[in-house]
Each structure stands twice: as C-alpha cells, then as structure tokens.
C-alpha cells in the first residue's frame, strides 16, 4: 500500500506562503525566499531541463522531492485558474507544456473538468468528490510508489487532520515571513501526533523528517 | 560588551506556550509537554538539586540556558503573580526560595517594586522604563557574561522587533499545540533577518541556533 507523504518548505514563523497570494504572485510577498535553498540545487536544476548547480547536503532531500513519487494530490489553488467553473479556454497550470511531475496529478476542485494530459508523463485528474476519494484514487495510480501532497497549506491541514498522513518533511528555513498561509493550523482536536525521524542539517535551511506517531 | 540571547523550546506549530495560561498553569493547557526533551536531563535535573538523569545530544544546550549567562532578562507574566500593582504580601516568583539563576535577573513591569533577593545569588530586579533600560541594566550586571531573555513570547517579540537579539536558539519539538502564545509574531516592518549558525539533533527535539544577519 502505497504512503501519503508531504515535503514543503515553512519558513521560522510557520508559513508556507507569504501574504498576499495572487494567481501572477502564487507563492504571495517574500514566498520566493522560501525556496533559495532548493532552487540552485543541481537535483532541482535538471528536472527543469538546465544543467550545472550545486551539489550539498539538501540534495538527497530535493531529489526525494520529486523522486519515487507515483502520483501527487494538489489544491486547486496550487494547480491554478482562479476559482468556480473551468470555462472553455480552461488555465492548464503553472508548469507549462511538460510540467516537472511526470505522473498522475490529483487536483482537488470543487468544479469537474476532464483530465487534462500533458507532455512527459503528467496528466491532471480534477476530484470533485473529497480528500479520501482523491487519495484513492492516487494510491492506485502510484502502485508501489509513494503519494506526494503538494499543497497548499489547506490541502495539507485537511489530509493532517484526517490522520492519513505517513510522513511529513518540513524544510525550514530561517526567514520571518510575517504573514501569509500557516501551515500547522485547522488541525482539529486531538491534534495529531508526529514523531522526530531524522534532521538534516543543509546551507540555509534544516529539513526535519517526521513519523505519524 | 555582554551579548543578549534567547534559548527558548516551541511547538512545531509555533507556540512557546500552550492556551489558557493560568496562574496555576504557567505554561498553558499541553504546555508542559514543550519540555519533556529537557526535564529528564542530568544537566538540569542537577540544577533543581537532584540526583541522576539523561546525558544526550540535548546536555550541551540544557547547559547552555543556565550556564555562562550573567543576567536573565524576563516579563511580568513569567515572574508571576498577576497583573496589577504588587501589593504588600507581594508573590516572590515561581521558583521558591533558592530559583535557580543565580544573578541579577530583570522583570519587566508596570509596577515599581523594590529588589527582591533570594537564596543562590538571584535577585529580582523590576523594571518600569522599558525593553532598552532593562537591557542596558542587564548588560551590565552581566559583565562578561551573556544577557539571557526567558521569555514569555512578548517579550522576546519585542526584543526581535527592536533588532537587539545577537542570538536565538529554537528548541523545535513535534507536538502541536493548537493555540496558545505564538513566539514569532509582532516582529514589526522589515522583519528581522536570521542566518542558520548550527543544528542539533537530539532525542525528540532539533535545537536551532540562528544569529542576527
């Protein structure tokens, strides 16, 4: 049975994206910052088609990012568009022709729309009918292979809540963002329990691997 | 010239105190799990007078909070006994007869009061002018030593805000809290700039030292 795992960047104050979010600033003020430790990164650089980078101790981390990943569960917010109904000339996503996934996408939206089949491997399926139903769906797609969440923050809280979460990889990183998406909020009562597994320490950046407990 | 600094332990979501603080509750509803890395420990069960404990990754930043510090800067609520004018059966703190600072140790405060001096060499200063006065009366208590910040998270906050910490160690362990007193808030426009320094890992918790950019 395939794992339910998330890996994202919250900067020191808890947000994952900074105030402000708008379809042309999808990461909101200051969220550009979140990724400077991920962005120059050889591992990042290649599955964007470009060559060189550097090579450090986030790299086994930036590889997992996008590596053993079967399938990947997304807010329609993350997969882009604005919200309510698709329309004919329906927005195809931030990530251009061939976006860097490379398997199934599952975008939660609350408006159905055919999948949408994209060079290299990716092909987003809208889910209209829940998380649980999304995650199903995911985990047969990804076989053996883990399922990735890859946001947003509300996407994330919901999963968390829900208890199916496996595994979470919060990158954090040492700027104060004032505002914006917080991740670790709407978790419902009991809270969920998480367990320290592993610390990284990396230039800029500290990535923590935590258990379902 | 004394080097101000803050050694403070908060929940994955942010909190450095749980909700609903109370007199009797200090550290609010859940707030004593913040601590479970660091009770158990030889390097701070020695400082409460007692025998045995834990020796781990975590020893050498338990020794840090108490040792090599010349004076403890700290807010009214942490000393305790309320808001308000002191009165004359006034609340000698949460720490007994013999706290266990050992220096000069500033409160802020509203409300005059006279030195308090206890065993062990702590005496309780109050302060009634302010963040910059208590630390100008803390650096030079201190001497060579370091000005520590106790807390509560208000009183860190206002610290950061006016750019004064050289130093913040976050003790991030896995427990959400939910609510409660959230440490990085109110920091104010242009936020305060960290830079990574070191990362322990350690039995449930990962110590992050930051310095001042």
């Known amino acids: ?51 060189g980078g550097e090579v450090n101790a986030s790299t086994p981390i930036a590889e997992e990012i996008l590596g053993n990943v079967g399938a990947t569960i997304m807010g329609r917010n993350m997969f882009g568009g604005g919200p309510g109904p698709w329309g004919d000339d329906a927005w195809q996503g931030y990530w251009g022709d061939d976006p860097p996934y490379h398997h199934p996408v599952f975008v939660l939206t609350h408006h159905a729309r055919e999948p949408l089949e994209l060079e290299g491997g990716t092909t987003f399926n809208f889910v209209t009918d829940g998380i649980e139903s999304a995650f199903e ?68 950046v500290t990535h923590i691997r935590y258990a379902r407990q």
């Open 1 to 51: 049975m395939s794992r339910l795992k998330v890996t994202i960047t919250m900067s020191l104050d808890g947000f994952v994206a900074g105030p402000n979010q708008t379809e042309k600033d999808p990461l909101g003020v200051g969220g550009e910052q979140l990724h400077q430790w991920l962005v120059p990164l050889q591992a990042f650089r290649e599955t964007h088609g470009e060559l």
């Open 137 to 204: 769906q995911a985990r047969t797609a990804a076989g053996d292979e883990v399922v990735s969440i890859g946001g947003g923050a509300n996407v994330v809280q919901q999963y968390l809540a829900a208890g199916l979460i496996d595994e979470i990889v919060i990158s954090l990183v040492p700027i104060l963002l004032g505002g914006g998406a917080r991740l670790f909020d709407n978790l419902g009562e009991p809270a969920p329990t998480l367990r320290q597994v592993e610390v990284i320490e990396a230039p800029g």
